[in-house]
T-cell receptor
Framework: GAVVSQHPSRVICKSGTSVKIECRSL??????MFWYRQFPKQSLMLMAT?????????EQGVEKDKFLINHASLTLSTLTVTSAHPEDSSFYIC???????????FGPGTRLTVL | DQQVKQNSPSLSVQEGRISILNCDYT??????FLWYKKYPAEGPTFLIS?????DKNEDGRFTVFLNKSAKHLSLHIVPSQPGDSAVYFC????????????FGKGTTLSVSS
């Protein structure tokens, strides 16, 4: 199956700092990647759709200036949480579609803790 | 409004028995459905999918059934094993690649030996 990696797997930062999370498709190219967020005991909530070479599409209620997404290549999308606050603490997961039907493959996730 | 619903937050089953996880959806535009398994602090792992042109898809111990008229699908695991204990998410989308998945809230399956 397709492999998606994320880095870092865990990050702890101070309030007000920015954190960058990388999502890579290791054995396929992905023109589209997705970023999800999961709070404890909640479902995966789609934050944004990352499109290679163009602007990301954000879901309603997700601040695009706070969650900056860059999809500069067919194998890499980055999510930057700017001026992070404790309420941004969550589990962030990316997924990518190797263009076989719509079977998305997920990265292992990044646990962000903002102190 | 939730478009994908998993109304049972948890399910307990004995090893060797059948596990049946249910999922309902409201959006008639959905034509592709997937089941994912997830452990804490890990990303979801794809299990099985089904398109709306089928009513059943089987892969080893996992079978997904789709009832379009009822907007209902279910995942059957037979026989259940302790290693199946995890959170199972139902997801739906339109089949076209590049569209986002809409997830249910998940069902925690516990299989006891």
């Amino acid at each position: 199956g397709a492999v998606v990696s994320q880095h870092p797997s865990r990050v702890i930062c101070k309030s007000g700092t920015s954190v960058k999370i990388e999502c890579r498709s290791l054995d396929f190219q992905a023109t589209t990647m997705f970023w999800y967020r999961q709070f404890p005991k909640q479902s995966l909530m789609l934050m944004a759709t990352s499109n290679e070479g163009s602007k990301a599409t954000y879901e309603q209620g997700v601040e695009k200036d706070k969650f900056l997404i860059n999809h500069a290549s067919l194998t890499l999308s980055t999510l930057t949480v700017t001026s992070a606050h404790p309420e941004d603490s969550s589990f962030y997961i990316c997924s990518a579609n190797p263009n076989r039907n719509n079977e998305q493959f997920f990265g292992p996730g990044t646990r962000l803790t903002v102190l | 409004d939730q478009q994908v619903k998993q109304n049972s937050p948890s399910l307990s089953v004995q090893e060797g028995r059948i596990s049946i996880l249910n999922c309902d959806y409201t959006n008639s535009m959905f034509d592709y459905f997937l089941w994912y398994k997830k452990y804490p602090a890990e990303g979801p792992t794809f299990l099985i999918s089904i398109s709306s042109i089928k009513d059943k898809n089987e892969d080893g111990r996992f079978t997904v059934f789709l009832n379009k008229s009822a907007k209902h699908l279910s995942l059957h695991i037979v026989p259940s094993q302790p290693g199946d204990s995890a959170v199972y998410f139902c997801a739906a989308s339109v089949r076209q690649a590049g569209t986002a998945l809409i997830f249910g809230k998940g069902t925690t399956l516990s299989v006891s030996s």
